[in-house]
């Protein structure tokens, strides 16, 4: 739904926890001026479900998240 008037931060937070609702997406965009509007998507809070990411990755996958990694490695001097 477009709202063209201005919502606080804090006000559309209390409404969400009441609700048991969670902004899981915003994005800024500008019409008139730099950022004067934001897009939310607001969905029903659900329990943490952790998904490891090796198991859906294929070979070709892992293969290039370990070149990432070394490149990264290569060129940023982290330890």
Known sequence: QIIDQPIHLDFLNLNLQKNDLSISYFKKYS???????IFYVVEKKKEFEEIRIQQERNFFEKVLNKL???KLKLFHKYS
Request: glycine fraction near 0%; proline fraction near 0%.
């Open 68 to 70: 990432f990694r070394y």
């Open 31 to 37: 019409i008139w001026v730099k950022n004067d509007y």
